[in-house]
């Protein structure tokens, strides 16, 4: 059975800082690219980053560029997302993803939208007080 599960969320003042993590099971996710995303209450489900199978290409949304740093250890199966600076707009459930192996056919593709995306964490909760 594919988990990922993702650990991390809590509640941080504005300018703070957290470490999402995600930590996948049931399967290996080294040879696919991996991706955050995160919905608030009453908003669609939106892209936060994305890296490739092996750390080398990343790619952001531009709200959060610069904030934001994604990363991977393969030898852990495991992704991160260090958050800094944050808003009382990061405020969200944070999901971690990951598409089926051999989706795409250009190993340095990066998925940004949810549909690309197979297997999904259950989510942590990130809440920026102002």
């Known amino acids: 059975q594919v988990q990922l599960v993702e650990s991390g969320g809590g509640l941080v003042q504005a300018g703070g800082s957290l470490r999402l993590s995600c930590a996948a099971s049931?399967?290996?996710?080294?040879?696919?690219?991996m991706g955050w995303f995160r919905q608030a209450p009453g908003k669609e489900r939106e892209f936060v980053a994305a890296?490739?199978?092996?750390?080398?290409?990343?790619y952001y949304a531009d709200s959060v560029k610069s904030r934001f740093t994604i990363s991977r250890d393969n030898a852990e199966n495991a992704m991160y997302l260090q958050m800094s600076s944050l808003k009382p707009e990061d405020s969200a459930v944070y999901y971690c993803?990951?598409?089926?192996?051999?989706?795409?056919?250009?190993?340095?593709?990066?998925?940004?939208?949810?549909?690309?995306?197979?297997?999904w964490g259950q989510g942590t909760q990130v809440t920026v007080s102002s």
């Open positions: 049931g399967r290996t996710f080294v040879n696919t690219p």
């Open positions: 993803a990951a598409p089926g192996n051999g989706r795409f056919r250009r190993p340095s593709y990066l998925p940004t939208r949810p549909n690309e995306y197979d297997y």
């Open positions: 890296i490739s199978w092996n750390g080398g290409n990343t």
